[in-house]
């Protein structure tokens, strides 16, 4: 039984018991349900603590139940019917009250939580609202103003902010199960409150409704729930709590159903069986405790805070003393830029930054569980690097290279035990990109590539396996992106228009302003590469702005001008100047009807997605939307590159892709993409 009860001195003692989380499913709402016809009808019941077994309170709802028909009783009537119940309850929170945990809390006369205890309604990254009276209850519990930022920001807060705010009256300290018994024994004598429905919402917030609303509608991105949500909490604060009740029901049924919800719902599973891989169940990585960096760069030092965010120690290895001092300090502004944003104490910087040795010799990684490279992109110095490593390290190390574009194997190639060897690719700036591409190679061991995995899982990042090809499957993707919309500049349109049409779908930054910020040198020196390889790759433009020293904002022009230092950026006449010559001696194209600039851009993309699942370079459709969405900030509420496709219609998409290809803007559908538009999917 999920629910147990105990009766002991007037308080009764309820105990969810629905591992691993106490999710709601439809057993513990029967079972609560239950518990209140129960007690209410016990005389020798005063008052009822609600807690739960395991490592938290009720985390939310049950995600097995997210794409079923919703099976009474329904969480609302569970919490109402708490609320109303004659003897009052107590919910003792530890671990987290997310989504409808805590809403049942709210139903609850007196909420209590562990210091370490998190609290928040975070349905808005799903798609939808709170949808049992959250926003209708928090308001009444913490204002309007803490209720929008956390019904619409979805973050949830720590035990001591929530009694702050007036989310929970106490946070107790010390063994929380018996404190929390504790609590209930004081409060046998205390007058019950009144329950928070009948609570008045105080009102001197609302002022300007059209103001805030704007500022939600920016801050969601495109996201539809979070405008919602505060639609829900002006009806709260507007009319009475029984008309908001239906209204956010009203709400929460409409968005349950969206396409947006449904593709929020497709990325949280997939993030979470991204953690699990198949063929990995049973192999059990060791855990690292010290990893080793070497080179402490832009992705180095990144990688070392990632780590130290995670709890673990670094060894950071540099090639000199100067350049060791560069790498730490590195380090160093990453935490402190952490603390300026109020997201870290200054105490726990230091903590962090002691948990980091600099060194000049690999020697002293010899207690490093995994070391990650992140050198020059340079076969030769990679080589040597792991050559040092093979010396130095435990014959039971992971050896990682952070490598972008060369090929792990070439670079492990003289290992003398390659199965230690394995890629892990983060992104820029490591302490922040959730993505990690796992490269194995054909003679990474099992445990290894677990271990890559347990990494990830451990940094808070979310894996994705690639196979080898130049760029895996996220730079690979990415080139195709950027060579679209260099062949969209030749229909007349500006970089500017096409930014924007990128803007307009969900994306944070076009390919243009993408470009000028990360700097143009780098893909030129790809591309260099690529054409010594025989490869061709379309980018006169960008190759003359390189040839003029145009990297971007940091040499003031790239795609854009840049003024005096400042990162807005301005259409160039020298880059439309460019444009039109180019234009002149390619010959104009023209966007086929019927086709979006975005589709002309996002479109190929997907096609070279096809390509890659085709030679096995991802294991899935899904995998490749992990990395747009975790890598290249594709919107979320699209489920990501290829599945955004797929709603779209795969045979619209080879259709445009067709005309696209008759028009010289992009290359023909591929296989892959064309059988899975007859399937209806990939
Ligand atoms: P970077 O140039 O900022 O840093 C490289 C660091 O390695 C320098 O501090 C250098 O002193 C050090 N180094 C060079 N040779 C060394 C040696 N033999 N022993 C110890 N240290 C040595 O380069 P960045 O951008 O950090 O890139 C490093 C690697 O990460 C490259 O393979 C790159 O392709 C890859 N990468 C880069 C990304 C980016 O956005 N910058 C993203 C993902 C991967």
């Known amino acids: 039984m999920p629910i147990n009860i105990e009766i002991n001195d007037k308080i009764a003692i309820i105990t969810v018991d629905n591992p691993p989380v106490n999710a709601l499913s439809q057993a513990v709402r029967k079972g609560l349900w239950e518990a209140v016809e129960r ?400 490269v194995p190679t054909r003679a990474t061991a099992p445990d290894t590539l677990a271990a890559g995995f347990a990494l990830a899982k451990s940094l808070r990042k979310v894996p994705v396996r690639s196979g080898i090809c130049d760029g895996f499957i996220g730079n690979r993707i990415l080139k195709v992106t950027r060579a679209q919309a260099e062949k969209l500049l030749l229909t007349g349109v500006s970089p500017a228009e096409i930014d924007a049409a990128l803007k307009d779908y969900g994306l944070p930054m076009g390919p243009f302003a993408a470009q000028d910020l990360g700097g143009l040198d780098i893909a030129a020196f790809q591309r260099k590469a690529a054409r010594a390889r025989g490869e061709t790759v379309f980018a006169p433009i960008a190759d003359r702005l390189v040839a003029d020293n145009r990297l971007g904002q940091k040499t003031g022009g790239g795609w854009y001008d840049y003024q005096d230092g400042s990162r807005h950026p301005m259409p160039s006449n020298i880059v439309a100047g460019i444009v039109a010559e180019i234009r002149n001696e390619q010959g104009r194209a023209e966007l086929p009807d019927g086709v979006s600039l975005a589709d002309a851009v996002l479109l190929p993309m997907v096609n070279e997605g096809a390509r890659i699942l085709d030679e096995g370079i991802a294991a899935s459709a899904t995998d490749i939307d992990l990395v747009k969405i975790h890598g290249y900030g594709h919107p979320r509420w699209r489920g990501g590159l290829m599945y955004d496709a797929q709603q779209g219609g795969l045979s619209a998409a080879v259709g445009k892709i067709r005309r696209l290809f008759e028009a010289g803007l992009a290359e023909a559908p591929s296989e892959h993409l064309i059988a899975a538009a007859e399937a209806g999917r990939f």
Not at 85 to 108: F, R
């Open 39 to 438: 007690l209410d009808a016990d005389d020798a019941v005063s008052l009822v603590l609600l807690r739960c077994a395991g490592r938290t309170f009720i985390a939310g709802g049950d995600v097995t139940e997210f794409d079923k028909a919703p099976v009474e009783p329904h969480l609302p009537d569970v919490v109402g019917r708490i609320e109303r119940a004659k003897k009052p309850w107590i919910a003792a929170i530890h671990g987290t009250a997310l989504g409808g945990g805590l809403e049942v809390a709210m139903g609850c006369a007196w909420r209590v939580a562990d210091e370490a205890a998190s609290l928040g309604l975070p349905e808005v990254s799903l798609g939808v609202i709170p949808g049992a009276g959250g926003t209708v209850r928090t308001p009444r519990l913490i204002g309007i103003k803490a209720a929008i930022a956390l019904v619409t920001g979805g973050k949830p807060v720590k035990a001591a902010e929530a009694v702050r705010l007036g989310l929970i009256d106490e946070v107790l300290s010390g063994d929380f199960q018996s404190q929390a018994i504790a609590f209930a024994k004081r409060t046998l004598s205390a007058s019950r409150p009144g329950a928070v429905s009948d609570k008045r919402i105080e009102e001197s917030f609302v002022t300007n409704w059209t103001k805030i609303e704007k500022e939600v509608e920016k801050s969601a991105k495109g996201a539809h729930a979070p405008v919602r949500a505060l639609a829900c909490l002006r009806k709260a604060a507007t009319a009475s709590a029984d008309e908001a009740v239906a209204y956010e029901r009203e709400t929460f049924l409409d968005l349950r159903n969206s396409n947006q919800a449904k593709a929020l719902r497709h990325v949280f599973f997939a993030e979470r069986a991204a953690l699990k891989p198949e063929d990995l169940q049973g192999v059990f990585p060791k855990p690292v405790k010290t990893a080793g960096v070497v080179g402490g760069g832009t992705m180095g030092a990144g990688i070392a805070a990632a780590m130290r965010d995670a709890g673990i120690n670094v060894v950071l290895q540099e090639r000199d003393a100067q350049a060791l001092a560069a790498g730490m300090a590195r380090i160093e502004s990453i935490f402190s830029a952490s603390v300026k944003r109020g997201r870290l104490s200054a105490d726990e910087a230091a903590v962090r930054m002691a948990g980091v040795s600099g060194t000049t010799d690999v020697a002293d990684f010899s207690e490093a569980d995994l070391v990650v490279e992140a050198v020059f992109e340079d076969l030769d110095v990679k080589r040597a690097v792991f050559a040092g490593l093979a010396e130095s390290c435990r014959k039971d190390a992971i050896l990682a290279t952070n490598t972008s574009y060369l090929n792990p194997e070439d670079i492990f190639a003289q290992l003398p035990n390659p199965d230690r060897g394995i890629g892990l690719h983060f992104f820029s700036p490591a302490n922040i990109m959730k993505l990690l591409e796992i």
